[in-house]
Nanobody
Protein backbone atom coordinates (compact mmCIF):
# COMPACT_ATOMS: atom_id res chain seq x y z
CA UNK A 1 0.00 0.00 0.00
CA UNK A 2 1.34 3.41 -0.91
CA UNK A 3 1.91 6.08 1.77
CA UNK A 4 0.85 9.63 0.87
CA UNK A 5 1.89 12.98 2.37
CA UNK A 6 0.34 16.26 1.25
CA UNK A 7 1.96 19.68 1.51
CA UNK A 8 1.57 23.20 0.21
CA UNK A 9 -1.68 24.26 1.78
CA UNK A 10 -2.14 27.69 3.30
CA UNK A 11 -4.06 30.95 3.33
CA UNK A 12 -4.70 32.82 0.08
CA UNK A 13 -6.96 35.66 -0.98
CA UNK A 14 -9.87 35.11 -3.31
CA UNK A 15 -8.69 35.18 -6.91
CA UNK A 16 -5.26 33.93 -5.96
CA UNK A 17 -3.45 30.71 -6.71
CA UNK A 18 -1.98 27.87 -4.72
CA UNK A 19 -0.35 24.55 -5.56
CA UNK A 20 -0.63 21.56 -3.27
CA UNK A 21 1.58 18.51 -3.64
CA UNK A 22 1.35 14.90 -2.61
CA UNK A 23 4.46 12.77 -2.22
CA UNK A 24 4.09 9.01 -2.39
CA UNK A 25 6.34 6.35 -0.97
CA UNK A 26 7.33 3.18 -2.74
CA UNK A 27 8.54 2.26 -6.17
CA UNK A 28 5.16 1.58 -7.74
CA UNK A 29 3.71 5.10 -7.88
CA UNK A 30 3.22 4.91 -11.64
CA UNK A 31 0.83 1.98 -11.20
CA UNK A 32 -1.69 4.09 -9.27
CA UNK A 33 -4.44 6.32 -10.54
CA UNK A 34 -4.29 9.38 -8.30
CA UNK A 35 -7.01 11.67 -7.07
CA UNK A 36 -7.64 14.78 -5.01
CA UNK A 37 -10.63 15.18 -2.70
CA UNK A 38 -11.62 17.94 -0.32
CA UNK A 39 -13.73 18.32 2.78
CA UNK A 40 -15.15 21.63 3.93
CA UNK A 41 -16.33 22.15 7.52
CA UNK A 42 -19.67 20.48 8.08
CA UNK A 43 -19.70 18.88 4.65
CA UNK A 44 -18.91 15.49 3.24
CA UNK A 45 -15.66 14.82 1.45
CA UNK A 46 -16.02 15.41 -2.27
CA UNK A 47 -14.13 14.52 -5.42
CA UNK A 48 -12.00 17.26 -6.97
CA UNK A 49 -9.81 15.72 -9.68
CA UNK A 50 -8.14 12.52 -10.83
CA UNK A 51 -5.29 11.61 -13.15
CA UNK A 52 -4.45 8.41 -14.94
CA UNK A 53 -1.30 6.41 -14.27
CA UNK A 54 0.61 7.92 -17.17
CA UNK A 55 -0.76 11.41 -16.60
CA UNK A 56 -2.27 11.46 -20.04
CA UNK A 57 -5.88 11.65 -18.90
CA UNK A 58 -7.51 13.84 -16.28
CA UNK A 59 -10.98 14.32 -14.85
CA UNK A 60 -12.47 17.15 -12.80
CA UNK A 61 -15.46 18.03 -10.72
CA UNK A 62 -17.62 20.61 -12.44
CA UNK A 63 -17.02 23.07 -9.59
CA UNK A 64 -13.28 23.28 -10.33
CA UNK A 65 -13.14 22.66 -14.07
CA UNK A 66 -11.18 25.39 -15.82
CA UNK A 67 -9.63 26.63 -12.56
CA UNK A 68 -7.76 23.61 -11.17
CA UNK A 69 -5.17 21.42 -12.90
CA UNK A 70 -4.02 18.03 -11.69
CA UNK A 71 -0.63 16.73 -12.84
CA UNK A 72 1.94 14.17 -11.81
CA UNK A 73 5.65 13.45 -12.05
CA UNK A 74 6.14 9.72 -11.83
CA UNK A 75 9.92 10.09 -11.59
CA UNK A 76 9.39 12.11 -8.40
CA UNK A 77 6.50 10.03 -7.02
CA UNK A 78 4.48 13.23 -6.76
CA UNK A 79 1.04 14.44 -7.80
CA UNK A 80 0.09 18.12 -7.84
CA UNK A 81 -3.05 20.19 -7.78
CA UNK A 82 -2.63 23.70 -9.18
CA UNK A 83 -5.50 25.88 -8.03
CA UNK A 84 -6.18 29.19 -9.75
CA UNK A 85 -8.94 31.78 -9.40
CA UNK A 86 -9.61 30.50 -5.91
CA UNK A 87 -12.94 31.23 -4.25
CA UNK A 88 -13.91 31.24 -0.57
CA UNK A 89 -16.00 28.13 -1.25
CA UNK A 90 -12.77 26.29 -2.14
CA UNK A 91 -11.80 26.44 1.53
CA UNK A 92 -11.36 22.87 2.73
CA UNK A 93 -8.92 20.21 3.80
CA UNK A 94 -7.49 18.74 0.61
CA UNK A 95 -6.63 15.03 0.50
CA UNK A 96 -4.78 13.05 -2.09
CA UNK A 97 -5.68 9.45 -2.67
CA UNK A 98 -4.44 6.48 -4.66
CA UNK A 99 -6.20 3.59 -6.30
CA UNK A 100 -5.19 0.61 -8.40
CA UNK A 101 -8.37 1.05 -10.45
CA UNK A 102 -7.49 2.17 -13.93
CA UNK A 103 -9.04 4.67 -16.29
CA UNK A 104 -10.98 2.70 -18.88
CA UNK A 105 -12.77 4.16 -21.88
CA UNK A 106 -13.06 7.55 -20.25
CA UNK A 107 -14.30 6.13 -16.95
CA UNK A 108 -12.51 7.55 -13.91
CA UNK A 109 -12.67 6.48 -10.29
CA UNK A 110 -14.44 9.38 -8.48
CA UNK A 111 -15.94 7.86 -5.37
CA UNK A 112 -14.21 7.71 -2.00
CA UNK A 113 -14.76 3.97 -2.00
CA UNK A 114 -12.73 3.66 -5.22
CA UNK A 115 -9.57 4.82 -3.44
CA UNK A 116 -7.69 2.66 -0.93
CA UNK A 117 -4.84 4.90 0.23
CA UNK A 118 -5.21 8.41 1.67
CA UNK A 119 -2.98 11.18 2.89
CA UNK A 120 -3.54 13.11 6.10
CA UNK A 121 -4.75 16.23 4.31
CA UNK A 122 -3.59 19.82 3.97
CA UNK A 123 -5.69 22.89 4.85
CA UNK A 124 -6.48 25.43 2.15
CA UNK A 125 -8.20 28.62 3.27
CA UNK A 126 -9.41 31.24 0.82
CA UNK A 127 -10.28 34.61 2.30
CA UNK A 128 -12.81 36.95 0.72
Amino acid sequence: QVQLVESGGGLVQAGGSLRVSCAASGRTFSTYTMGWFRQAPGKEREFVAAISRSGGSTNYADSVKGRFTISRENAKNTVYLQMNSLKPEDTAVYYCAATTKTVVGGWFPRREADFRSWGQGTQVTVSS
